[in-house]
Every structure is written in C-alpha cells, then in structure tokens.
C-alpha cells in the first residue's frame, strides 16, 4: 500500500511540474493562429535547409525573387506585420536585407528568429485585443485582420519556395519523409 501511494504522489508531481513548464496554449483564433503557424515555419524552415547554397541566387526568370529573396522577404514581413499592431522590430534590420543576404546559414538563422516574433507577438496579444482596429498599409483592419494576412502571406511564399525547390528537383522534407514511409510499407 505505501508503494502505491509513493507512486501516486510521484505522478501527480511529474504532472504539476510538466504543468508548470510548459505555458497554457492559446485557444480560439491566437490557438488556431499558433498551430498553422508551427506548421509553416517546419515547412519553410525546412525547405531553406533541403536548398543547397548555391541555389540560394536561383531565381526562375529575371524580374523575380530569387531564391533567397523569397526566404528573406517572407522574414522581413514577419518583423513587420507585428507593427501594424505595436509591436516593434528588433534593432539593425536593415530595409535592403532582402536584396544583399544570401549566405543561407544567415537567411535561416533570421527565418526562425523571424518566426519567433511573430509567435511571441500573437501570445503576447490577448484575446480581447483581437477586434481593435488599426491600419495596415493604409487600410482599416482589425488586430486579427494583421494576424490573417500574416498567416496568408506566409503560406503564399512557402507555395513560391516549394515551386522553386521543385524546379531545382529538390523534394520537400516532408514529401521525402512520407515518401521514405510509403517505400518501408511495401
């Protein structure tokens, strides 16, 4: 019997503390947000690392983002999003970083820093903040309004990132992983 009530108090320590770590996840639209979120930021991050350095000035025609324009431009709108609805940038962004960092280690180190503030932004913002209004790119919007192009803006260029790695016969990581699956299964 004390071997029983020793392990129920060891498990309902382990839980207190696994509550303690992890932070409760929003719900409603900042918990739907957060989830697509993750997702885009795997599929990106992982699309910039599954490109070859060299692949990073490819772009499909002239008059088009290269390879690491695209990465950087999808980065640079995840610092400025958020100042549509206060949140500032981090210092020593530089406007023309889209056009003069290419070296890859560089454009994914900034992708995730990128994603980063963006998830911190939408914690950061309670639910009752979410129908403000404000402006973007002169336009009235509301504080969800900046969130949801956010999250359209990432997978529109995360759409780009995939075509470019297909042109370049790179696979997607998670098409090569369930690639690898299906070929195990037979």
Excluded: C
């Excluded at 697509?36 to 992982?46: A, F, P, R, T, Y």
């Excluded at 699309?47 to 983002?65: D, F, H």
């Excluded at 696979?171 to 195990?184: D, I, L, N």
Aim: hydrophobic content about 40%.
């Amino acid at each position: 019997m004390k071997t029983f009530y020793s392990l129920l108090l060891l498990v309902v320590s382990l839980t207190f503390l696994q509550a303690q770590e992890k932070p409760e996840m929003p719900t409603g639209f900042r918990g739907e947000f957060l989830v697509q979120l993750k997702e885009v930021e795997e599929k990106v991050i992982g699309l910039a690392e599954a490109m070859p350095q060299e692949k990073y000035i490819w772009r499909p025609m002239e008059g088009v983002r290269s390879v690491s324009e695209v990465f950087m431009h999808l980065g640079g709108a995840n610092y400025l999003f958020p100042t549509f609805i206060g949140i500032k940038s981090p210092e020593g962004l530089s406007r023309d970083m889209e056009k003069t960092v290419t070296d890859k280690a560089k454009v994914i180190e900034l992708l995730k820093q990128s994603f980063a503030h963006v998830k911190d932004a939408i914690v950061k913002t309670p639910d009752s903040d979410l129908d403000k209004p404000t402006v973007m790119f002169g336009n009235e919007t509301t504080v969800r309004g900046v969130f949801f192009t956010a999250a359209l803006h990432m997978h529109e260029h995360m759409g780009q990132a995939i075509a470019y790695a297909r042109m370049n016969n790179i696979v997607p990581p998670w098409t090569a992983a369930e690639q690898a699956v299906e070929k195990k299964s037979k």
